[in-house]
Structure formats: structure tokens, C-alpha cells
């Protein structure tokens, strides 16, 4: 598992079987499903789960607020590589297409490699996981 993590907080929409071998892949248990990335985050901020990702686009405004939460909180969120997000104004789309890795800031980059390696991730940050129905949303 991811050295010294416990629990990961996921997406609803996540299917059950996913959320098993998501947990069996990282070594971790669920601490809770929930629709809002804040709701996630805040439970990351508070220590009550220790990781959390998101496989589907998130708007600026759904992952602006969250990510100052758990930057003053002491944790990140960064793209899959664990670059830090951008919220640069001059493009196209104020949408983070790619996966999303959060965590209290233990163990952030060998999270981000294993949940790489789950979803097997092509050069640009893809997933296949949307496209071959894991993911619902």
C-alpha cells in the first residue's frame, strides 16, 4: 500500500468493483463517498481520510476553494504527476481535464504513482478509465 495511508475518500459515481480494486492496488480502506470535491478535500483538511482522487474534468470553480483549503491545511492537489494546478485565465477552457490526485500531504508522490499505474495513464495525462465505463459521470 501507500506507506503510512489508511483511507482514501472517492467520488460517488466511482462503481463499487472500481473502488475495490482501487483500495486493494493502494493498500487502503474507504472513508466515504460524497459528490462535492470540497466535502472530500475537508475530510483531508481534518485528517479523516488521508487520500482522494478524481478521474473525471473539474471546473476552476469547483477546485479553486478546496485546493486553498488543503494547501493551508498542509496538503495537495495536483494533477496525476504531482504538478501543482494552474489556474491560468488566458485559455480556451477553465477546466482541468485530466485526473486529480489530493492527499494531507503524507505519501503525495507515491500516491500519485500508483494511481498512475492503476489507471495506466498514456504521455499527455489521459485515462482510458472515463472511455472503458470505470467511471459513470
Known amino acids: ?6 483511507t482514501c475518500a472517492l467520488p460517488i459515481w466511482i462503481p463499487s468493483e472500481t473502488v475495490r480494486a482501487l483500495g486493494a492496488h493502494l493498500g487502503t480502506e474507504l472513508a ?3 459528490h462535492s470535491v470540497g ?4 475530510r ?28 493551508a491545511a498542509g496538503g495537495m492537489l495536483t494533477d496525476l504527476h504531482g504538478a501543482p494546478l494552474s489556474f491560468e485565465l488566458d485559455v480556451q477552457s477553465h477546466i482541468h481535464d485530466s485526473p486529480l490526485a489530493a ?7 507515491e500516491f500519485c504513482r500508483k494511481v498512475r499505474h492503476f489507471l495506466s495513464l498514456d504521455r499527455d495525462g489521459r485515462s482510458d478509465f472515463a472511455a472503458e465505463g470505470k467511471c459513470t459521470h
Open 1 to 6: 500500500g501507500v506507506t503510512g495511508v489508511q
Open 32 to 34: 466515504g463517498r460524497t
Open 39 to 42: 466535502c472530500k478535500v475537508g
Open 44 to 71: 483531508l483538511a481534518r485528517r479523516e481520510a488521508d487520500l482522494y482522487f478524481s478521474a473525471h474534468p473539474m471546473s476552476y470553480w469547483d477546485s479553486c476553494g478546496p485546493n486553498v483549503v488543503l494547501a
Open 103 to 109: 492527499s494531507n500531504g503524507h505519501a503525495h508522490g
